[in-house]
């Protein structure tokens, strides 16, 4: 899950992580105040938005005056921002974050995440602070530090240290570093991150580290035990059918074809999307509704693929091993009869249940395209796909 | 012979009497499984399906029963804790099927393993391993399987019964089939399984699943290069996957260019392995190669495999693998 800037700067602000004044406001009268009230001769009005690289797409302004703040978010407010991370559509900014300005003298990069190949948290540290770390690693990789956390002890001050003289700091800005990193690793571990980052960590002219821009992400798999990171989720920043998979922990992600495929299992999702692909098709999404699918599970999953208006045919592929294919059958007949199917739909179940599950769509009244196997599914879908017409969309 | 577990394996269930774990505990017993105990906290002292003691502790399953594989169907919260416990009881080989446990849980269980040598992980978030005919642990739909000489290990579960299922069909049996699962911090790798299946003499040839993200098919192709004589045959799940959304700058970052499928798929056939474009070629694919090597042998080859490994055979034969390769790579069955 991801946050806001200007929630992970409070919840990195709570571990002791150095950050800047700052308010939120939602409206241009709120930025003037909230400029008003910080005081200082220059400050930025921030877009918050769930993207990157806001910086270089007119995300981010600095106000001389309130009212220059104000005009500012006049011109943000209720628009589109599209950055590199966006993609096309951009993504409507609702919410501002106005924040003081400071003296910048030199910007770090800081940044922490899970190494897969190690099995450990990674520390990343580079001198080149403030630009994307995605293209510092491609041009210049000897500019990324690492140090390797042992989950045994935790980040050690040795460490820190150590990327603080290799990034050149000297003398109070080594404990100030120290002191930030440790303090953004305990955030890490307590809130069961997956990423956080401060791009740029400045050092202020007075010899202060301040995080300057802060982003987190949390492990999805462990939020039931933070409820209060739960809480800080923003439903603005989602697609709807997105939510609502997610709500019924169904693992969906859109895309922009028109054959909807419902499957089980992450890598056989992957692999129909594959295949759907090959036999000249294009997949409308990749949804997995994972092990143990219920009944109502596969129905709310199917009132999401239905909801897409690109869709022209589905395609449910259940390899069934913890899910058991009656059960799989009971919820495409209950979301059927629920939403009702416009558009063709071709099924091919196997595995646990498989006798089971065949005779519950055999007994329904439901107009179903049987296939035998994976390659017949998916030259069945795409034939049928060809053959509807694109639904009119309300 | 087979690898990981054969028909003495001596099975505990953590977990049994959860939905799960009742189901599957029924769908081993009935695969004929040696399952000699259960856990379940707070029911020590009854049973399970009539002659399946539970106990209260695995330190009293192992005790009393000498189980020596524990298969785990504790939910996320708490099922880390439970792959711990079995470990401190000595259980030399866990198989975690949940999914979903959180990620820091996994990175504190890893480091615990990496002290003890002799504890062997399978999973988390997995369908577990099966050697057909003789031994199932896991949640695989054991009837697609057969006994063989097929080796097969995947990150993922359903596509690995896509995979056997097009073997069987085909009149491919498997030696022993093994999911290693798709989270980011797991214990066995596709390392692990290749090495065992290269010494296992059972095994003839090997399917490979892979699918994007992380970089253990990377790692799984540098050591088939240098160690794997037997066959291989390979799919990668995610072809299709856009690369979209992206999961945040860091991550990217510490994997590179690896990850992707193309950058997997072309550094796997670099080692020799044959890559399928498409998941339903994975039986056809394996079965023409096989055929190959056949009619090698009757042709008075002197029975040896099609070498597609570098280093080791003339580079004329290794000329012809790769033709082979290609061969077969452009022809997906659809």
């Known amino acids: ?394 | 012979m087979s690898i990981f577990v054969d028909r003495n394996t001596r099975v505990l269930v953590q977990g049994i009497t959860g939905s799960a774990g009742s189901f599957h505990a029924e769908q081993m017993l009935a695969y004929g499984t040696r399952v000699v105990a259960g856990v379940t906290p707070g029911r020590g002292g009854t049973r399970f399906s009539t002659d399946v003691p539970v106990f209260d502790t695995v330190a009293d399953a192992v005790r009393e029963t000498g189980a020596n594989a524990s298969i785990v169907f504790v939910p996320p919260a708490h099922a880390a804790d439970s792959i711990l416990e079995a470990a401190m009881a000595g259980i030399p080989f866990i198989i975690a099927i949940t999914e979903g446990i959180p990620v820091l849980d996994m990175v504190k269980v890893k480091r615990f393993l990496e002290d003890r040598p002799g504890i062997r992980l399978l999973g988390p978030n997995c369908p577990g391993v099966i050697t057909p005919g003789q031994c199932k642990i896991g949640i695989m739909p054991g009837h697609i399987h057969r006994p063989g000489s097929i080796g097969i290990v995947s990150r993922s579960g359903t596509l690995t019964y896509e995979a056997v299922k097009q073997l069987t069909d085909l009149g491919l049996g498997q030696s022993t089939a093994v999911g290693i699962g798709g989270d980011p911090v797991n214990g066995t790798d596709f390392v692990d399984c290749l090495s065992r299946f290269e010494t296992d003499p059972q095994t003839e040839a090997i399917v490979l699943i892979g699918e994007i993200g992380g970089s253990g098919e990377e790692w799984a192709a540098r050591y088939i290069r240098k160690n794997v004589t037997k066959p291989v045959v390979g799919f990668i799940a995610g072809r299709s996957a856009p690369p979209g959304r992206r999961m945040g700058h860091a991550g990217a970052v510490i994997s590179g260019s690896s990850g992707t499928a193309g950058t997997k798929i072309s550094t796997l056939r670099d080692a020799g392995v044959i890559v399928c474009e498409s998941p339903a070629a994975i039986g056809q694919t394996m079965h023409g190669l096989l055929h190959r090597k056949k009619a090698r042998a009757a042709r008075g080859h002197g029975g040896s495999l099609p070498r597609l490994k570098r280093g080791r055979a003339s580079p004329t034969v290794r000329a012809a693998g790769r033709r082979a390769a290609r061969a077969d790579q452009g022809t997906p069955e659809m």
């Open chain 1, 1 to 394: 899950m991801r946050i806001h800037e200007y929630q992970a700067k409070e919840v990195l602000h709570g571990f002791g992580v150095p950050v800047l004044r700052g308010q939120l406001a939602t409206t241009p009268a709120q930025a003037e105040e909230a400029a008003a009230a910080l005081g200082t001769s220059i400050c930025a009005v921030k877009a918050q938005i769930h993207a990157g690289g806001r910086g270089k797409s007119g995300g981010i302004k600095l106000a001389r005056s309130p009212e220059e703040a104000r005009d500012h978010a006049e011109a943000m407010l209720g628009t589109a921002l599209r950055t590199a991370q966006t993609g096309p559509a951009g993504q409507v900014v609702r919410k501002l974050y106005v924040e003081e300005g400071c003296r910048i003298e030199r910007e770090l990069y800081l940044g922490m995440t899970l190494d897969r190949d190690s099995g450990r948290i990674t520390l990343m540290a580079s001198t080149e602070g403030g630009v994307e770390i995605e293209e510092v690693a491609r041009v210049t990789p000897e500019k990324i530090l690492r140090a390797a956390v042992d989950p045994l002890t935790g980040l050690q001050a040795n460490q820190a240290r150590g990327l603080a003289f290799a990034l050149g700091l000297r003398g109070v800005q080594v404990q100030r570093f120290v002191q930030l990193a440790t303090a953004l690793y305990h955030a890490y571990v307590a809130t069961d991150a997956a990423l956080a980052e401060v791009n740029p960590v400045v050092v202020t002219v007075d010899g202060e580290l301040v995080a300057l821009d802060a982003k987190l992400e949390f492990d999805d798999n462990a939020l039931h035990r933070h409820p209060e990171i739960a809480a800080l989720r923003d439903p603005d920043e989602e697609l709807e059918r997105e939510a609502e998979a997610r709500e019924h922990e169904l693992s969906y992600v859109a895309l922009d074809g028109d054959i909807a495929c419902m499957v089980n299992g992450a890598g056989l999702a992957m692999g129909t999307m594959d295949i759907i692909q090959l036999a000249g098709g294009r997949p409308a999404n990749f949804l997995d509704v994972g092990g143990g699918a219920s009944e109502a599970k596969v129905a709310a999953a199917f009132k999401i693929l239905l909801a897409d208006p690109a869709v022209r045919a589905v395609l449910v592929n259940i390899f069934g091993g913890i899910s058991k294919c009656d059960l799989v059958a009971k919820g495409i007949v209950a979301a059927a009869q629920q939403v009702g199917i416009s558009v063709p739909l071709v099924v091919r179940l196997e595995g646990t249940n498989v006798e089971l599950g065949k005779q519950v769509l055999a007994a329904s009244e439901l107009d179903i395209i049987p296939a035998d196997d994976l390659a017949d599914a998916a030259r069945k879908v795409v034939a049928a796909a060809r053959e509807t017409a694109p639904r009119a969309t309300a």
